[in-house]
């Protein structure tokens, strides 16, 4: 499984960015998909997680209501809706997929890991 993510760049406070994580391999329709993300100095930690079917979504507390994961199975694609970016957001961002449940997901339950894409965000 090749998961390819894009869509990082340096932006400004407040504004938004759209990521996407690209699957190769087999279809994304049977596994939980997320993001994470890895600050500067600091350990990779949750972002937001995306259940298989019915979709239930997840988020870790500093990203409600500014963050919106979604999965299009037909395209084999994970995204991730950044809005109201802050500076603190900035990190390198990963897809994940495992199998089982979206919830409660700990970096150690990824079954697999996308390359990383770089969020800047500017005060």
């Known amino acids: 499984v090749q998961l390819q993510a894009s869509g990082g760049g340096l932006v400004q406070a407040g504004d938004s960015l759209r990521l996407s994580c690209a699957a190769s391999?087999?279809?994304?329709?049977?596994?939980?998909m997320g993001w994470f993300l890895r600050a500067p100095g600091k350990e990779r930690e949750f972002v937001a997680a995306?259940?298989?079917?019915?979709?239930?979504?997840y988020y870790a507390d500093s990203v409600k209501g500014r963050f919106t994961i979604s999965r299009d199975d037909a395209k084999n694609t994970v995204y991730l809706q950044m809005n109201s970016l802050k500076p603190e957001d900035t990190a390198v961002y990963y897809c994940?997929?495992?199998?089982?449940?979206?919830?409660?997901?700990?970096?150690?339950?990824?079954?697999?890991w996308g390359q990383g894409t770089l969020v800047t965000v500017s005060s």
């Open positions: 391999g087999p279809s994304i329709g049977t596994y939980a």
């Open positions: 995306i259940a298989l079917a019915v979709g239930s979504t």
């Open positions: 994940a997929m495992k199998g089982g449940r979206a919830a409660n997901w700990r970096s150690y339950d990824t079954a697999y």
